[in-house]
């Protein structure tokens, strides 16, 4: 199994609430990624980095915000948690933007 | 939340068949292609992999074919198990500048039947 954590699995809170999403891996990868997932439907790429201090905006539109101040830690942040922000929350990482990425279990989140 | 995207496309296949799934990619720039698992409440898991310079790639019951004259990919399972059922996506990247980007294609919901 892949080395990369991500906690909490499920969360479940208040709109108004900052929230951060926390993901880790131990594999030494420079890349890391956050995605949106929508049950059932596909995977949207919401934040990218190619180290420490690079972040850059995915695809998908998302007004959550990253950091990246060390290699093994790529955490998500959301200032105010709306509705609109329930979703599932999956973080990967991989050593080259050419090879596979490695996916950690998620974090399902659900704005009340 | 506000969904995003399309549902699922969906494939049911008898226990012991070999199962085929489909992709289509989007950009004929694409170099190299990944085929993904992802069982219900987990991330994706890596499957496959193949390169453009390449139309087919073998791995363990599984079998990538790549036509990039319609920029079509395919999944091959034989003998397909319940274990298999799960939903698929297939995913292209090119080199874009100094950076690449995966972009994941719609998915199928693979459902094996006893």
């Known amino acids: 199994e892949a080395d990369i954590y991500q906690t909490p699995r499920y969360l479940v809170i208040g709109t108004g609430k900052k929230i951060t999403l926390e993901c880790s891996q131990t594999?030494?990868?420079?890349?890391m990624y956050w995605y949106q997932q929508d049950p059932g439907m596909e995977l949207h790429l919401i934040h990218y980095?190619?180290?420490?201090?690079?972040?850059e905006k995915g695809d998908l539109s998302s007004e959550s915000t990253v950091s990246r101040i060390r290699t093994e830690h790529f955490p998500l942040t959301l200032e105010s948690a709306r509705p609109s922000h329930t979703s599932q929350y999956l973080c990967?990482?991989?050593?080259?933007?050419?090879?596979?990425?490695?996916f950690g279990p998620g974090t399902r989140l659900t704005v009340l | 939340g506000e969904s995003v995207g399309l549902h699922l496309p969906t494939l049911s296949v008898q226990e012991g068949d070999n199962s085929i799934i489909n992709c289509a990619y989007s950009?004929?720039?694409?170099?190299?292609f990944i085929w993904y698992k992802q069982e219900s409440g987990k991330g994706p898991q890596f499957i496959i992999d193949?390169?453009?310079?390449?139309d087919k790639r073998q791995g363990q019951r599984v079998t990538v074919l790549l036509n990039k004259t319609v920029k079509h990919l395919s999944l091959q399972i034989a003998a397909t198990q319940p274990g298999d059922s799960a939903v698929y996506f297939c995913?292209?990247?090119?080199?874009?500048?100094?950076?690449?980007?995966?972009?994941f294609g719609s998915g199928t919901q693979l459902t094996v039947l006893p």
């Open positions: 980095s190619y180290g420490v201090n690079s972040t």
């Open positions: 990967a990482s991989s050593d080259d933007f050419y090879n596979e990425q490695f």
């Open positions: 193949i390169r453009s310079n390449m």
């Open positions: 594999m030494g990868h420079d890349k």
């Open positions: 995913a292209e990247t090119l080199f874009s500048g100094s950076a690449r980007q995966l972009t």
């Open positions: 950009n004929s720039a694409s170099d190299y």
